[in-house]
């Protein structure tokens, strides 16, 4: 697992709106950046955007990891051979030390909803899932990391908790995680379960790279992971215990809506550093 981000400090969800600081005054506070996967892929036959230029000079400059939302691995669609092989050149392009998507599905039968929804957890949906993922990563030809999810919602038909289908999964096929601490507390208060015996449970050499984000309350209580605000003080806590039982894996903050100015948004990050200096050396 020599591609993950452990050991490796603090990173950043690199945003367009930050693209001028990071060519201009490739900041310190960060030893590597993640970009969406899709905003880069180029389609076939076309020639690379602008955009894709701005992302390989800063790749000069910065470890990266490409971070997908169209995977949709828990869908009962087939894998799109189509959608993997642009990733896939996108990957030779620009040599990611991680390539991660998310534990859910977004849409059926061809048809994209743009959203990353819950999957119940089932041994038929993790046999399923299972599959399609040894089937990403022999395609890739490389492990790649998955995201557990924020959720809304529950299946009455799961017969284990997200924590043990995560850990199955990762067993089955070799994925590595990316932990979204706030993923987990956000399902947490939604769900009523215990943000600490999730992340305890958690098969821990696996974990390649933790996010943070802040989210916002919506009607009845219950947390939305909208990205738009700061990390709140829980999440901050659970990170420095995470670090501190298990030790420092890189942590990156996504910020996608009231995006601030850098330096803004680099005093958050500076706290990243903070936790770890506090926590043991532990390697797993
Ligand atoms: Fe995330």
């Not at 470890?63 to 996108?90: A, C, F, N, T, W």
């Not at 819950?118 to 990403?136: F, I």
């Not at 942590?251 to 850098?262: A, K, Y």
Request: glycine residues 8%; contains cysteine.
């Amino acid at each position: 697992m020599n591609s993950f981000f452990k050991g490796m400090g603090a990173g950043v969800g690199l945003r367009p709106c930050h693209y001028s600081e990071f060519l201009n005054h490739k900041p310190k506070s960060v030893s590597w950046v993640e970009v969406i996967s899709e905003n880069f892929m180029a389609w076939k036959g076309c020639e690379i955007g602008p955009a894709f230029k701005t992302l390989q000079q800063i790749r000069n400059d910065y470890e990266l990891g490409l971070h997908g939302v169209s995977l949709s691995i828990g869908s009962i669609d087939p894998v799109d051979k189509d959608y993997l092989q642009r990733l896939k050149d996108l990957i030779e392009r620009t040599q990611p030390r991680t390539v991660s998507d998310h534990l859910c599905w977004t849409g059926v039968d061809g048809y994209n909803v743009h959203d990353l929804l819950p999957v119940p957890y089932t041994q038929e949906c993790l046999d399923w899932t299972a599959d399609k993922l040894d089937q990403v990563q022999n395609f890739l030809g490389r492990q790649i990391l998955i995201e557990n999810p924020s959720s809304y919602i529950e299946f009455k038909k799961s017969d284990m908790t997200e924590w043990e289908f995560i850990a199955e999964l990762i067993r089955k096929t070799g994925c590595g995680l990316l932990l979204d601490i706030n993923n987990v507390y956000v399902s947490s208060v939604n769900h009523g379960f215990d943000a600490k015996t999730y992340l305890n449970s958690l098969p821990h050499a696996a974990v390649g790279q933790i996010h943070l984000a802040g989210h916002s309350v919506g009607t009845n209580g219950i947390l939305i992971d909208t990205h738009d605000a700061p990390v709140c003080d829980q999440v901050w806590d659970l990170h420095r215990w995470y670090v501190q039982n298990f030790g420092s894996v890189g942590t990156m903050i996504e910020r996608d809506g009231n995006i601030p100015e850098w330096s803004v948004l680099e005093s958050e990050i500076l706290k990243i550093g903070e936790a770890y200096n506090e926590a043991p050396l532990i390697t797993l």
